[in-house]
C-alpha cells in the first residue's frame, strides 16, 4: 500500500515562478523516503503540497494528482488533510506558540476538543517517548536547538498523523541533537509511521529506505 502517490505534478506560485515540473512518485506506507536536491529545486514546496498548506495557506496553481493516505489535500480542508500528514518546519521558533512544553503539547489535541483526559494521557505518553518528562513546565524558548525540534516533531505527532513530513530535521544541530533527532524517525519507521524527510545533505540521511533527487532546472 502506497501512504503518498503523486502522478504529473506541476506547482507554480501566484508570481508565475513555476518550482515543480511534471514530478511523479510514490511512497510506500511506513518507508523513510527523502526529497533531496540543490537549495531552490522546490523540496519544501514538494513537502508543503503533500500536506496541504499549499494551496491552502500558500497559494499557487497545482497541476497533477497528490493522493496522500487516499485523500486529495488541495481537496479537503487543511486541518482533514493535516489529520493525515503532519509536517515539522525547518525553523523550530517559527512552529512553537505556546509558552510551556506541555501546552505545545496539548495544543494540537485542544483544537480538535479532545476530551481532557485523553489530552493529558496523550501528552504524558509523547514526554515520556521523546524525553521531555523534565521539561514539562520549560518555556520552549529556552530550549537548546535539539530539544525544540525534538518538541516540534513530537507536538505534530500529538494527533497520530500516519504520515510525517520533515523539512530539513538535521539542519543547524550538533551530534548529539542530530542523535535524538534520528532515534525519533527510527522509532516512527518501527512503529510503521511513514515519514517523509526534505534534506540536501545525504550524509544525514543514510538510513532512509529510498530517496528522490530534484534537479535544479526543473524549477
Keep these: ?19 515543480l515540473r511534471d514530478v511523479s512518485f ?3 506506507a511506513g518507508e523513510v523516503f527523502v526529497i533531496t536536491g540543490l537549495s531552490g ?3 519544501t514546496t514538494l513537502c508543503r503540497i503533500i500536506c496541504g498548506i499549499i494551496p491552502h495557506a500558500v497559494k499557487g496553481l497545482v ?18 488533510a493535516a ?21 505545545e503539547l496539548a495544543f494540537g489535541l485542544e483544537n480538535l476538543c479532545r476530551p481532557h483526559c485523553e489530552i493529558r ?11 521531555l518528562e523534565g521539561l514539562r513546565d520549560a518555556n520552549p524558548a529556552h530550549l537548546s536547538g535539539g530539544q525544540k525540534k525534538i518538541l516540534t516533531i513530537a507536538a505534530v505527532l500529538a494527533t497520530n498523523p500516519p504520515v510525517l513530513v520533515l523539512d530539513e530535521p538535521i539542519s543547524g544541530l550538533d551530534s548529539e541533537s542530530y542523535d535524538l533527532v534520528r532515534a525519533a524517525i527510527e522509532r516512527q519507521r518501527r512503529q510503521g509511521r511513514t515519514v517523509i524527510i526534505a534534506e540536501h545533505d545525504m550524509a544525514n540521511v543514510g538510513f532512509a529506505d529510498r530517496w528522490l533527487a530534484l534537479e535544479y532546472d526543473c524549477c
Design 41 to 43: 529545486c522546490g523540496k
Design 63 to 80: 497541476e497533477g494528482k497528490v493522493i496522500v493516505m487516499g485523500i486529495e489535500p488541495s481537496v479537503v480542508g487543511l486541518p482533514q
Design 26 to 28: 510514490s511512497v510506500a
Design 83 to 103: 489529520l493525515q500528514a503532519g509536517m515539522v518546519f525547518q525553523d523550530a521558533d517559527s512552529q512553537i506558540i505556546c509558552t510551556t512544553v506541555e501546552d
Design 1 to 19: 500500500m502506497n501512504a503518498v502517490e503523486i502522478s504529473n505534478l506541476t506547482f507554480a506560485y501566484g508570481d508565475g515562478r513555476t518550482i
Design 121 to 131: 494521557s496523550r501528552v504524558d505518553e509523547l514526554l515520556a517517548e521523546f524525553g
